[in-house]
Structures are given as C-alpha cells and as structure tokens.
Nanobody
C-alpha cells in the first residue's frame, strides 16, 4: 500500500504566492521521480514540474521562472512553491510519484488533488 497525500492550495490573488506539499508513505522501496500535474476545467492534465532522485528538475514553459519544485528524499516529500501567480494557474494540482515497492515492481501513484484558485 502506497499513499500520496497533498496539502496546501487555496485561494490567492493574482501576483501572490502559494505553496504545495506532497508526501508519499507506505510500502516504498525507492522513489524515482516526483512532481506535479494540474488540470483546469475543460483542459487536459498537464505536467507542471518534476524532480528526479538526483535532483534534476523540469518545468512547463508556462511556469518556468515562477514556480520552484524541491524534494526531500528522506521525507519522501516534494514541494511546489508558486510565485507571481496568474488567473490561468487556476486548476486542481495533482502530486505524482514513480515508486518502486520492491526491487522489480514500480507504479505511478497519484494524490487526490488540491484546488488552487487565483483571482484577478
């Protein structure tokens, strides 16, 4: 059993900042990568940011320079610091993790999603 739980999110005015947290727990052998997707109403889910076990990061062009992803391997946690938020950042944000539950088996696990709303 593996659980991925997000926290943070909420309502913020345009130009403001918000932070998201995500922790994976359970039968974890190794976490390969963690990150965040988001999905706005009527849109497909899009990758926002990711970080691998070595700390290499990647960002969607729309958030590069405004969002920062970080990871705490000891805590099995990933964080997303969002600054200079825009109304178009409004979406449900989902944390994901690629987790090996033993030396051979891995799966992608998802959190339940957390709403981020940016008012203009």
């Amino acid at each position: 059993q593996v659980q991925v739980v997000e926290s943070g999110g909420g309502l913020v005015q345009a130009g403001g900042s918000l932070g998201l947290s995500c922790v994976a727990s359970g039968s974890i052998f190794r976490i390969v990568a963690m990150g965040w997707y988001r999905q706005a109403p009527g849109n497909e889910r899009e990758l926002v940011a990711s970080v691998n076990s070595g700390g290499a990061t990647d960002y969607a062009d729309s958030v590069r320079g405004r969002f920062t992803i970080s990871r705490d391997n000891a805590q099995n946690a990933v964080y997303l610091q969002m600054t200079t938020l825009k109304p178009e950042d409004t979406a449900v944000y989902y944390c994901y993790a690629y987790i090996y539950t033993n030396v051979r088996s891995w799966n992608q696990y998802w959190g339940q999603g957390t709403q981020v709303t940016v008012s203009s």
